[in-house]
């Protein structure tokens, strides 16, 4: 039994595609085709065809271009690749067969004799050109293909300029609602505050317990909302640096102390250990205390939400080489090689956000996946840098995560740079 040749076609037109398909289909070739110049290459290159048939006009690449680029490779420099298309112009004939494609077809179609032509080149046949042509042709190529490379690099510069606009649109956008939420929250938070300790109130709490509960409840959530809103609004403001550093003196095991200390009730109930020492921590650096206070607690709370209850964190200090080292480390879950190069992306979650646990502190309870941008964000303002090591993610074995922050021990306030995303 003999196998039947593939023919690849390529063709944008999807009408002249399903006619041409049809023909070869009927006439006994195995057909594949493809729409775009750099789908047709991809073809080639995983179906290995016998023939393949190129319009030359196409969205992405032109058809000879195609045969260029296939030519560059040893197992195309025997395969037959011919031009089907409306384009009869002599001129344009010779740019093709300098390019490297071995015969030219003129639509329209004639059915019976496209199967002769085609088994012509299948055969071995080839379209020929005396010699000065055909060095017309290729002096013609170069300054096409020139052309059309310029062309394509203005393009693309143009839609880089429009993806940079849209981008700035969007943090402008992020900023404005963080904003505009911000203010009526810390509003409604201030009348709750007031609510809770309103004298006549505290008859009601002693006689009703329920009422009590019911406005712990509305305080708590009300705090976790406005977290979130200054998550991103912070986040945000480091993106597009529109975040000024107050830098001042500050000691920084005090600062470490006092973040350890607002988790000491999570850290009760999860019945967690804390191992640290403020002593190895310098007691002056220069650095902003509230954003650095931020990218610790950030580095801390992770530590606790992804440890399962009974585990360690431990925070330890050195100094060396006009910096300082922080080193964060957990007996929890871990992350798993390939997600380490994610996870100081914004928004980005190893699980699904949606089945995170809206705590703060319980085991798993994550948030947006800003906690790390924004640590980074905050450590590389500062001229630091911030690492992570794992063996990987496990449930079972507890592999632990282990975040390296190195700051210098008197940042600036020109340090202040662009964050990477
Ligand atoms: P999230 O709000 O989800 O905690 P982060 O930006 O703080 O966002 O962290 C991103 C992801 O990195 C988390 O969803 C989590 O899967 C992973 N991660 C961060 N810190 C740790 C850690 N100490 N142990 C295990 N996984 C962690």
């Not at 849209?166 to 810390?186: N, S």
């Amino acid at each position: 039994m003999t196998t039947k040749p593939t023919i690849l076609y390529i063709e944008d037109d999807a009408a002249n595609r399903n006619l041409v398909d049809r023909i070869l289909t009927v006439s006994g070739y195995e057909v594949i085709t493809a729409a775009t110049g750099l789908r047709g290459i991809d073809l080639a290159r995983s179906n290995d065809p016998d023939l393949i048939l190129t319009d030359i006009n196409l969205p992405d690449l032109k058809g000879y271009e195609i045969a260029t680029v296939l030519r560059l490779e040893e197992r195309f420099l025997q395969t037959p690749i011919v031009a089907l298309t409306g384009i009869h112009y002599s001129t344009q004939r010779e740019v093709a067969l300098a390019a490297g494609i071995n015969g030219y077809l003129v639509k329209p179609l004639n059915t019976t004799t496209l199967r002769e032509q085609i088994q012509y080149y299948l055969d071995g046949g080839q379209d020929s050109l005396d010699a000065k042509r055909l060095s017309e042709g290729q002096a013609r190529y170069t300054r096409e293909v020139i052309r059309h490379l310029e062309r394509r690099i203005r393009e693309m510069g143009e839609l880089n300029a429009e993806l940079m606009r849209l981008d700035r649109m969007k943090q402008t956008f992020i900023q404005i609602t963080a904003h505009e939420l911000r203010t009526p929250l810390t509003l409604v938070y201030g009348y709750v505050r007031l609510l809770e300790d309103f004298p006549s109130l505290q008859t009601v709490f002693r006689q009703d317990e329920t009422v009590k509960t019911l406005i712990d409840g509305l305080v708590e959530s009300i705090e976790r909302m406005h977290g979130v809103v200054n998550e991103i609004l912070t986040i945000s403001r480091l993106m597009t640096q529109d975040i000024e550093l107050n830098i001042a003196q500050i000691d920084l095991g005090l600062l470490i102390f006092r973040v350890l200390k607002g988790f000491t009730e999570a850290l009760q109930e999860r019945k967690m250990r804390v191992k640290f020492e403020q002593s190895q921590f310098p007691q002056s650096i220069r650095a902003d205390a509230d954003l650095l206070k931020l990218a610790v607690t950030n580095l801390i709370g992770n530590a606790i939400k992804y440890t399962p209850d009974g585990g360690t964190v431990s925070v330890v200090g050195s100094v060396s080489d006009g910096q300082v080292k922080v080193v964060v480390r957990d007996t929890g879950v871990g992350i798993d090689i390939e997600e380490q190069k994610h996870i100081f992306d914004q928004f980005h979650t190893v699980d699904d956000a949606e089945l995170h646990s809206t705590s703060k502190t319980a085991f798993g309870g994550g948030g947006l996946g800003l906690g790390l941008p924004i640590a980074r964000g905050i450590i590389e303002a500062h001229g630091g840098q911030i690492l992570v090591e794992s063996a990987g993610r496990d449930i079972d074995t507890l592999p632990g995560s282990t975040f390296t922050v190195a700051l210098p021990l008197f940042s600036s306030r020109s340090t202040m740079s662009p964050i990477g995303n």
